[in-house]
């Protein structure tokens, strides 16, 4: 199954607010309500974001949400700071009980 | 607090074998799904399986279908990863993540990170 689509890059500065999407089809996204987006800084693990589309685990700003509109999800920084920045992946359920990621973005603050 | 610790990477040559582990502590390891994730230098990341909470259910990425296989000990609390006919392409960094009670969702803890090289 392919990955879901994620721009390459995003850029923004400090303060703007930014959107990143992830789209999918309707065997993964457009289905599913298990949509969740990672943050990953150079070396580091992985870090859960958002889940279920737009939850927010505890400890993780309000700056970030998360929302779906058919096939395609996306998450939104506002506020944007230099510490956002890093590689954000978004990842999705799927059909045949597997999960998918997307191909990554990466999030620059000029 | 949750912890998963891998352990078990290395260089590998082509065509062998390697097993990796995942110590799990800081959670009730016998109520959730486990999933193992993989990132090929520079690349993004890649989904290769999960296993239920109870080990009964397993399901995997076509690209490790049949060559890897996911086990774990809910007695010691670890979750392996038994990956055969090792390929260059499956050098990468393997994650293993915490899931939820249910094998779809989300991934809520991760490890450290284990490296596996194949190579001659």
């Known amino acids: 199954q392919s990955a879901l689509t994620q721009p390459a890059s995003v850029s923004g500065s400090p303060g703007q607010s930014i959107t990143i999407s992830c789209t999918g089809t309707?065997?993964?996204?457009?289905?599913?309500?298990?949509v969740s987006w990672y943050q990953q800084p150079p070396g580091e693990a992985p870090k859960l974001m958002i889940y279920?589309?737009?939850s927010r685990p505890s400890g993780v700003s309000d700056r970030f949400s998360g929302s779906k509109s058919g096939n395609t999800a996306s998450l939104t920084i506002s506020g944007l700071q230099a510490e956002d920045e890093g590689d954000y992946y978004c990842?999705?359920?799927?059909?045949?009980?597997?999960?998918?990621f997307g191909g990554g973005t990466k999030v620059t603050v000029l | 607090q949750v912890q998963l610790v891998e352990s078990g990477g290395g260089v590998v040559q082509p065509g062998r074998s390697l097993r990796l582990s995942c110590a799990a502590s800081?959670?009730?390891?016998?109520?959730?799904?486990m999933h193992w994730v993989r990132q090929a230098p520079g690349k993004g990341l890649e989904w290769m399986g999960v296993?239920?909470?109870?080990?009964?259910?397993?399901y995997y990425a076509d690209s490790v279908k049949g060559r890897f296989t996911i086990s774990r000990d809910n007695s010691k609390n670890t979750l392996d990863l038994q990956m055969n006919s090792l390929r260059a392409e499956d050098t990468a960094v393997y994650y293993c993540?915490?899931?939820?009670?249910?094998?779809?969702?989300?991934?809520?803890?991760w490890g450290q990170g284990n490296l596996v090289t194949v190579s001659s």
């Open positions: 993540a915490k899931g939820r009670v249910a094998i779809s969702g989300y991934f809520e803890y």
């Open positions: 800081g959670f009730s390891f016998s109520s959730y799904a």
């Open positions: 279920h589309v737009s």
């Open positions: 990842s999705s359920y799927t059909f045949s009980s597997t999960t998918i």
């Open positions: 309707s065997s993964d996204v457009g289905t599913y309500d298990f």
């Open positions: 296993i239920s909470y109870d080990g009964i259910n397993k």
